[in-house]
């Protein structure tokens, strides 16, 4: 189980997010986000673009570190691990 | 509801805002998305339905409708480019090896009703430049394949002005015709279709692009705000990056209309009237290395004799130190009335087709879309 929490600026479009971390089973990036779709339906729109890559101003880490292959989503996800979904510091 | 020609819609860099005619006076009626850009929000006169495109800096463009004039929101799904398609780099490039990027919706440049009898008809304009058709009222969407497809894209000869991809900003549905449509492209220029958008025609013969080598390319132009007269729709304008041009024959020929000597040549944005193919109305500014307001003074040029002279409109604006711009969605008309909001945030109106003007206020986020509904 993936233990995800999210940037409070997400609370915005999906209030059942602030009862984060959600706890999710998923072994890479993609069918973590995948998985959460299902839960949150529209989330994945928000994080990623139509080709499925990530935003180029969202961050997701995990254990702390930022995800290596922002395109396709492969960098797996090992049992208990935590995963962060930021927003990039950018606009104004 | 209020009347037709009784809200002003703001779409701006900070929400979107809603105002309401009472009493001769403009009142405010609501905001909405606090702190969200909204690049364009407009209400269907066929359904009263208010929508709103939404370029959130992090998470994506999105799009929101509201049937209750914005007490209440519902997010519909977006466009989406379909899987496998590209664009090469943002700039003019014929080169079939220069590098391919994925196609994803980058802006919601404009949003449009169908015809009068298929109400659940809508289209969207977009950045990188794909057309997008709704027939279920605007639950799904699909895009458009023949412009996309169009072999002028294919070859390379659209491409970004102002922003990094080609962006389709005017999307015109004849009133006698709803299968008839133009769609106005920064930078392709104007396309028509005469089959419901089965096939495409370009559409930019006379027009003369200064910002390139051979200024007189079939594909290539930056027009940026394409509009047709309702009541007369051979009668065509556009405010392009290189002045103003018309057109008397449904876009064949394009015949340069710039004020000589005057402030009418560069802007962004241009209106018609309703049933005047002659009277237009323009926001000039300073041209394109500038981009401020002509000699630091607001005004709006109008012209009633088909372009032949303009007049500058500037009572009730000021004149001096003004470094405002109109945006090529910020001037609108309904009836006698017109209103724009600019790059600074000054919203002005009229109810003499330009003649005075008043302030709605001078402290508004960036204006990009001001629309009557």
Redesign the interface.
Known sequence: MARVEFTRHLHRFFPALTDSPIEIEASSVAELIGALDVRFPGLAGYLCDDSGSLRQHVNVFVNALPVRDRLRLTDALAPSCAVHIMQALSGG | MAPPGDTLILGTRKGLLLFERRGGEWKPAGVSFLGIPISYAMIDPRTGVLWAGQD?????CKLSRSRDRGRTWE?V??P??P?GEVIRNSMMSVDPKAPEK????RYIWCIAPGGEHEPQRLYLGTEPGGLFVSDDGGETWALNRPLWDHPSRLAGQWFGGGRDHAGIHSILVDPNDSKRLFVGISCAGTFETADGGASWTVRNHGLRSNFLPEPNPEVGHDPHLVAMCPGSTKHLWQQNHCGIWKSEDGARTWVNVSENGGPANFGFAVVVDEHDPKCAWVAPAVSDECRVAVGGALCISRTTDGGRTWKALREGLPQEGCYDVVFRHGLDKAGDRLAFGTTTGNVFWSDDRGERWRCLGHHFPLVYSLRFG
């Open positions: 959130h800096g992090h998470w994506g997010e799904a977006a989406k480019y899987e994925p196609a994803t919706l």
